[in-house]
């Protein structure tokens, strides 16, 4: 696509390209009036035999039952068009996401714009709170990172770069490209615009949510097939006691009115109000369970679900990064306490540590909490992160053990930082403490070991470092699905009051590692042998790492396919190349699936449903939509997730919990079973 990086597009390219791409906003597809959508739902068969009876009441003149009959009817049709008026909100939530401002350059100034008027071969820059406009081609990125987690899953922002990418590469994966509706978390950066409107990412997404299938629910399906076989039932019945009557010397006009008595009674009309008010209380049941139905039929639907596909973060994990294991001074200690709340205790060998007799641990956790900028804090009863999710755990992790910010702070204040970059993949800090200057570095472990040439060992002595046994403990926590930080330390130059990347690429000593994870969710670990023990599949489907899902579905118990002794996880990558009926054989053997796309999600609901699953598909970002429409069930997460979610589900969940989705279940057998 022509454009000058420097210079942008010139006004008449942008009016030839405008007519020629369009706006930059998702179309919504032309729906049928209201009126006619209302008339649909009288388009079922039982509606139709109490419309008859309707009519034949009046016949008799009973005109009181008549009208108890009608509104039956008319109040089940009446909730049946808002609820479908509700659910297709999903479009237009999507499209409004997509309406923002764009700083973009066009012939050779830097301006700032309605997003809606950016064509393809547009320069836009983003800095950190912006929504990316369209998709983006990085060229040029300092620093960047872009929060995608509503679009791929990933709890953890994105970083950044411009170099070449695979062309099979997953959304997850492509590190040169900004998507539209993703958020800048930190950075700045410069992209080409390379799709806009519905051709972007989030535009493809919209194409699915449209397309998703409405399916019937086990119970519509049992009413359907009731109703037609009751309307043969009483038509034949009633046409048989109309010839009887004739052949007896019944007037005509007698017998047909017996036919007619007999059509009348035999029509159940109180069944509608009856499975109405029945829903209605498992409706009231379930929000007592933090559980809100927004379709009455859901509530038998979820009885009936047999796979409940959730998604990891913050369902059936904490969502709430934890450090579990810490590795200094050639010792490994274990901590306990579940996400940024800091009551919990360091233990060696199961006993809580004294601090001063571990030098080393003490460094670790002291570097971790002072080589960061972000802060934990309490609101309401619940600790929260402000800032990076990795930080805010190291911070948690020091308190743990006594080290405050409050204590420790003015005991080093800092005087100057290297901030994070990716192609360093490490960050620095210097302090001044006392009448000298620290240095603290925490980043991978490979950048870190690059720039340390000495450890500390379990006395607090300088030793030479064993690279090789720190890669090997790395490559084991990283094997418990853990994610792995490197730190190390040096003394400096009291009169030093600046730092650069040079003080901290030689002389570094290396003080230990820190493993951290997203731990599951307490209650949810029961919640899913409840589920399994009751016949129902559970199937993690998630947009982290394959490594890290398999893990946590283990410490879940949960069940499927296993290779080589360990739960089999399979990437989205993988599954490009699977045909439906492949995909169909798959879906139900395989219980993990990581780093899928939207499209991805989808078609392993259609794979499951093609066999005859009921499926219950849990979501909370842009990218479950498709998948939560098509589901038999979906069911967004209402605290985290967004509109779109919202929109194109039918239940949701006010404390993102998967246990809750277990008592709705319950919830939902127990209403059909009365």
């Given at each position: ?21 369009g ?20 388009h ?14 009046l ?25 479908e ?9 999507l ?6 401002r ?12 309605n ?31 872009v ?7 990933e ?13 099979d ?15 800048v ?5 410069k ?57 007896r ?71 709430q ?24 205790n ?13 030098p ?50 003015p005991?080093y ?14 960050m ?5 403490h ?16 690059r ?33 792995v ?57 998630t ?13 879940l ?12 996880a ?10 439906d ?9 395989v219980?993990?699936f ?30 479950d ?50």
């Amino acid at each position: 696509m022509q454009t000058n990086t420097d210079q942008g597009l010139s006004p008449d390219e942008v009016q030839a390209r405008l007519q020629q791409y369009g706006e930059n906003r998702i179309t919504t597809k032309k729906s049928q009036s209201s009126i006619v959508r209302f008339l649909l739902q009288f388009h079922q068969p039982l509606i139709y035999i109490l419309l008859g009876a309707t009519a034949l009441t009046l016949l008799l003149e009973e005109y009181t039952d008549a009208a108890v009959i009608f509104a039956v009817v008319l109040i089940n049709s009446i909730i049946g068009y808002v609820q479908e008026i509700k659910a297709l909100k999903a479009i237009d939530a999507l499209s409004k996401s997509m309406s923002t401002r764009a700083t973009v350059i066009r012939d050779g100034r830097q301006s700032e714009i309605n997003s809606l008027g950016l064509v393809p071969g547009d320069i836009v820059v983003v800095q950190p709170g912006d929504k990316i406009p369209a998709d983006l081609r990085l060229f040029a990125v300092k620093n960047l990172q872009v929060d995608e987690s509503a679009l791929t899953g990933e709890s953890v922002a994105t970083e950044k770069n411009p170099e070449t990418t695979n062309g099979d590469a997953l959304l997850g994966d492509r590190h040169n490209m900004g998507f539209a509706t993703t958020v800048v978390t930190y950075g700045t950066g410069k992209g080409l615009v390379v799709a806009t409107g519905d051709r972007t990412e989030v535009g493809k997404i919209n194409q699915s949510i449209a397309s998703a299938e409405e399916l019937d629910t086990p119970l519509t399906l049992k009413i359907k097939k009731f109703s037609h076989t009751l309307l043969w039932i009483i038509l034949s019945l009633s046409l048989l006691i109309l010839a009887l009557a004739y052949l007896r010397g019944e007037s005509l006009a007698d017998a047909f009115m017996v036919a007619v008595a007999l059509m009348v009674g035999a029509i159940p009309e109180g069944l509608p109000a009856a499975v109405t008010i029945m829903l209605a209380i498992g409706v009231a049941q379930m929000a007592k369970r933090r559980a809100i139905i927004r379709k009455l039929v859901a509530v038998e639907t979820l009885g009936s679900a047999n796979v409940i596909c959730s998604d990891k973060t913050g369902t059936l994990t904490e969502n709430q990064m934890t450090v579990q294991k810490i590795l200094a001074g050639g010792e490994a200690f274990e901590l306990t306490g579940i996400g940024y709340n800091p009551e919990g205790n360091v233990l060696f060998n199961g006993q809580t540590v004294d601090l001063s007799e571990k030098p080393a641990l003490q460094q670790v956790l002291t570097a971790g909490l002072l080589c960061s900028n972000s802060r934990i804090v309490e609101e309401g009863g619940r600790w929260t992160a402000e800032g990076d999710p990795t930080e805010a755990a190291l911070i948690s992790a020091a308190e743990k053990a006594g080290i405050t910010r409050q204590q420790t702070e003015p005991q080093y204040p800092r005087l100057d930082e290297v901030p994070f970059q990716s192609e360093n993949q490490y960050m620095g800090s210097l302090h001044r403490h006392e009448d000298q200057t620290v240095v603290f570095l925490k980043g991978s472990v490979e950048s870190v070991i690059r720039c340390a040439d000495r450890a500390l060992d379990k006395t607090g002595q300088i030793v030479p470092i064993d690279s090789a046994a720190v890669q090997r403990a790395a490559e084991q926590l990283a094997a418990e699905g853990l994610r792995v930080l490197a730190f190390a330390f040096k003394t400096s130059d009291p009169d030093q009051r600046q730092l650069d990347q040079q003080d901290l690429s030689e002389g570094m000593v290396f003080t230990g590692l820190q493993g951290m994870i997203d731990p599951p969710r307490k209650e949810a670990v029961d919640a899913v042998a409840l589920c399994q023990q009751a016949g129902i599949q559970v199937k993690m489907i998630t947009g982290d790492h394959a490594l890290t899902a398999a893990n946590i579905a283990e410490q879940l118990g949960i069940r499927g396919q296993t290779e080589n002794e360990r739960l089999l996880a399979l990437t989205g990558l993988e599954l490009q190349g699977f045909s439906d009926e492949q995909l169909q054989e798959v879906a139900g053997a395989v219980a993990v699936f990581a780093r899928v796309s939207p499209d991805q999600k989808l078609r392993l609901v259609k794979a499951l449903q093609a066999s005859g699953k009921v499926v219950a598909m849990t979501g909370d970002g842009v990218n479950d939509g498709p998948a939560l429409k098509q589901a038999n069930i979906g069911i967004a997460m209402g605290i985290t997730g967004t509109e779109v979610a919202k929109d194109a589900s039918d239940m949701l969940l006010t404390d993102d919990n998967f246990a809750s989705i277990e008592a709705a279940v319950e919830e939902g057998r127990g209403s059909w079973t009365t």
